[in-house]
C-alpha cells in the first residue's frame, strides 16, 4: 500500500512496479491495484487506513463483542476453557492493536464479564 497525495506520483509508482515485477514474470492483480482519494480511507487487512490513522473496520468490531457473548455463555455452561477464551481475546487485542483502538479496548474489555455457573 502507498499512500501519497499526488496522483501523477501514485501512476509513476504503479509504472516502476509493473516494471519491475515483469523482470519477476509477475503481475499486479487489474482489480486489487487501483490509485484512489484516500478520504474515507481503504480497507485493508481487516482496517480501514487513511492518511493520518488507522480504524478497525466496524463489523470486525461487531463480531468480536457477539465472539465475547458467546465465549461467556459457553465458560459459564463449563464448555469452553479459559485457556481458549484468553487466547482467543488476546489475538484480536493484538489485531486491534495495530489500528487507533486504545480508547475502544479500554472500552470493550472492561465490560466483560464471565461467571461460572
Known sequence: MILHDNKDFLWHVKTEVQRYLERLRLLLHE???????????????????SKDRRRLKGSNVIKFKQRLKRFQIAYGNGAMEWSHIIQSIRSWIGHAKHADTVRLRDMIIPEVVFIVF
Open 31 to 49: 482489480n486489487k491495484c487501483r490509485i484512489f482519494r484516500t478520504g474515507k480511507g481503504i480497507p485493508f487487512l481487516g482496517l480501514v487506513v
